[in-house]
C-alpha cells in the first residue's frame, strides 16, 4: 500500500500548532523522500508517530523503484512495514531536541545525562538514529542529541553530534608511494576505524565527520 502526504497538510498542522519558524527552537518539521529515510527518523503516517526501523529496496512498482520502511510505533513499539515510490514524501514529525552525556551502555541501553538538570534518562540501543556501524564511534563522556515528541511520549531517539574529536592510536604503514594526497586506514583509540591522510601520526587529534565516518581535519 502506498501512501502520500501533500505538502500543502504540512503547512496547515504547522498553523494550527502555531510552530516558531525559527531553527533556533531546536524543533524540525520537513519532508523527505522514502529514499531519504534513515533508522530513528519519525514519520507521520497519517497522524501516527512511527521511528523508521530498517529501510530496504524491494524492486520496482509500475517503473518506479519502490522503498520498504519497517516502522515501530513510538508510543505502543507495534512493528509494521510500508512501501513507498520513490518519488513520494515523508513527513518528518516535530522534534525537541535537548543535549545530552553519554555515561555508559549495559543491558542494551544507552545511559544518558541530561547536561542542564543532570537527570539521569537510559535509552533503548534501537533508539539510535543513523546505521548501526556509527555506534562504532560512540564514546563514555560524549554529547548525543536526544530527541523527544512532546508532551507525549517524550524522548523517542538519540544520535550522535555531526562531528567529535578522537585521538589517533595507529596508522598502517604505506606499501607503496603514490602521487598526491593519500589516505591510510587508521584506528582510533576507541576501537573504530577511519581513514586519514598520510600526514597524520599516532597520538594527534583529529575531527571525525560522523554523518559519513570520514575524517575533517586535525583538532
Not at 496547515?12 to 530513528?40: D, K, M
Not at 512532546?150 to 585521538?167: D, T
Request: charged share 25%.
Amino acid at each position: 500500500m502506498f501512501r502520500t502526504f501533500a505538502f500543502s497538510r504540512v503547512q496547515r498542522l504547522r498553523q494550527a500548532a502555531r510552530l516558531p519558524a525559527s531553527p533556533a527552537s531546536g524543533c524540525r518539521w520537513y519532508q523527505v523522500s522514502p529514499n531519504s529515510a534513515r533508522p530513528g527518523m519519525v514519520i507521520d503516517l497519517n497522524g501516527s508517530p512511527q521511528i523508521v526501523v530498517s529501510k530496504d529496496h524491494g524492486g520496482t512498482g509500475r517503473g518506479q523503484a519502490v522503498i520498504k520502511l519497517t516502522f515501530k510505533h513510538a508510543v505502543t513499539g507495534a512493528r509494521s512495514q510500508e512501501r513507498f515510490r520513490s518519488n513520494e514524501s515523508l513527513e518528518v514529525m516535530l522534534l525537541v531536541q535537548n543535549e545530552y552525556q553519554f555515561l555508559y551502555a549495559a543491558d542494551g541501553k544507552a545511559h544518558l545525562m541530561n547536561m542542564q538538570t543532570f537527570e539521569e534518562l537510559a535509552m533503548d540501543m534501537d533508539a539510535f538514529e543513523g546505521s548501526k556501524d556509527k555506534m562504532a564511534f560512540l564514546e563514555d563522556g560524549m554529547t548525543v542529541t536526544v530527541q523527544a515528541l512532546e508532551p507525549e511520549p517524550g524522548a523517542i531517539s538519540w544520535r550522535l553530534p555531526p562531528k567529535h574529536p578522537y585521538k589517533v592510536a595507529s596508522v598502517e604503514s604505506r606499501v607503496a608511494r603514490d602521487k598526491g594526497a593519500t589516505y591510510l586506514p587508521a584506528t582510533l583509540e576507541n576501537g573504530a576505524k577511519v581513514s586519514v591522510p598520510d600526514f597524520v601520526k599516532p597520538g594527534e587529534t583529529i575531527i571525525v565527520d560522523l554523518e559519513n565516518a570520514t575524517y575533517a581535519g586535525r583538532a
